[in-house]
């Protein structure tokens, strides 16, 4: 079907019905909803229609909806946005990153859709193509798999909390925290706190741990601090207590803690922390007497017996900072492209000698 003829059918619909919905209405005429997402983007620029979250009405039919919704008296706002949130989870690190991220867009006349990918990458693109057929202006997407695909998207797109993977990401907007700088700030605090022989135990599988380690190594250069194993990086990998590959290296920790070769460690991620820190005690290790402990996420490490000093990444300030270059990025399509890394802070609490 001819441009113009599905123009046609869209109108008439909605002078029929009122409304329509773009993943309905493209299977009746059996095209993508990319092609009727774009159709109704074409009629909107013409003033024709008032484009909404997953499909479009008459501008006069929506007018009269946005009124009813707000205050009558006031004067109609402009059109609402419609943000998509791509996650990999709910339940740790990423809520900060969605409420500062919901906050920003309702400030800004904008409404955010969240879908969580469960770490799937086919999911994940699943998600987006769904969204992007049911109408959103724009997406932020933390990737649980290759970005490249995304630069070919119909809508901005802004990745959270991953690096940029090459040059060949120049063409989309980056907001992620700088856990560089996160651990080697953990690094310092240590080293000031008089602490000179420090290990980094952290789980290798996240997307964050090459960062944490490169800011781990270089921390430990620039100060001069003494790198007390063979290998002061242990790496748990996606295992946990119980298995060889976890208990291995957490055993070999424990054992130079307890000889003296180690005064300090960072532990990534807070739950691998509090594990440490009951294995010691039941050593009757005392932290921070014996061993300082900094731990790296805070999500739950100011809740340990001893509350545990911890690198917090600005999670909410990441979430609300997306919504706002992608909000610039959707309303200047041409402007330069940003990457922002927004840095973590230190909270210093019992397990360092806070």
Same mark, same amino acid.
Do not use: C
């Given at each position: ?12 619909? *909605?002078?029929?019905?009122?409304? =329509? ?15 009727? %997402?774009?159709?109704?983007?074409? *009629? ?6 008032? %484009? ?13 909806? #946005? ?9 109609? %706002? ?6 998509? &949130? ?11 990153? /969605? ?14 859709? &969240?879908? /969580? ?15 992007? $057929?049911? $109408?959103?202006?724009? =997406? ?18 802004? /990745? ?29 605090? &240590?080293?000031? @706190?008089? %602490? ?22 270089? $921390?430990?250069?620039?100060?001069? &601090? ?12 996606? @295992? ?13 920790? =424990? ?33 921070? $007497?014996?061993?300082?402990?900094? #731990? ?9 017996? /001893? ?18 270059? =992608? ?12 990457? *922002?890394?927004?840095?973590?802070? *230190? ?8």
């Amino acid at each position: 079907m001819h441009a113009e003829h599905r123009h046609q059918a869209i109108l008439r619909r *909605l002078r029929e019905e009122g409304s =329509l919905r773009v993943s309905d209405f493209a299977a009746e005429l059996g095209v993508s909803p990319v092609t009727i %997402r774009r159709d109704v983007e074409v *009629l909107a620029d013409r003033g024709l229609v008032a %484009r909404v979250h997953g499909g479009a009405m008459l501008p006069e039919t929506w007018a009269e909806t #946005a009124r009813t919704d707000a205050d009558p008296a006031a004067p109609a %706002r402009g059109r609402e946005r419609v943000i998509g &949130l791509i996650v990999p989870s709910a339940d740790y690190y990423y809520p900060e990153v /969605i409420k500062g991220a919901r906050e920003a867009a309702a400030a800004r006349n904008a409404r955010l859709v &969240l879908d /969580i990918s469960g770490y799937d990458a086919d999911e994940e693109r699943a998600q987006a193509e769904r969204m992007i $057929g049911d $109408g959103v202006d724009g =997406l932020l997407v933390v990737p649980s798999g290759p970005r490249g695909w995304y630069e070919h998207l119909p809508v901005p797109v802004v /990745i959270v909390e991953r690096r940029p993977e090459s040059d060949e990401m120049a063409g989309l907007d980056h907001v992620v925290s700088d856990h560089v700088h996160g651990a080697r700030l953990a690094v310092r605090h &240590l080293a000031e @706190a008089g %602490r000179t022989r420090l290990a980094l135990l952290v789980r290798g599988t996240s997307p964050t741990a090459q960062w944490i380690i490169e800011g781990f190594e270089a $921390g430990v250069r620039t100060t001069g &601090l003494e790198a007390p194993l063979p290998a002061s990086v242990l790496d748990t990998g996606d @295992a946990g207590p119980g298995s060889p590959e976890y208990d291995d290296p957490v055993e070999e920790l =424990l054992d130079a803690v307890a000889d003296g070769s180690v005064d300090a460690v960072i532990a990534h991620p807070d739950n691998h922390a509090l594990a440490l820190l009951r294995r010691l005690r039941a050593r009757s290790v005392q932290v921070p $007497g014996d061993v300082a402990i900094v #731990a790296y996420d805070d999500e739950v490490a100011g809740l340990a017996d /001893i509350p545990l000093s911890a690198i917090a990444p600005a999670k909410h300030e990441v979430g609300a900072s997306a919504v706002e270059l =992608l909000v610039r990025r959707i309303q200047q399509p041409d402007a330069p492209r940003h990457r *922002l890394f927004v840095l973590p802070r *230190l909270r210093v609490r019992s397990s360092s000698g806070g």
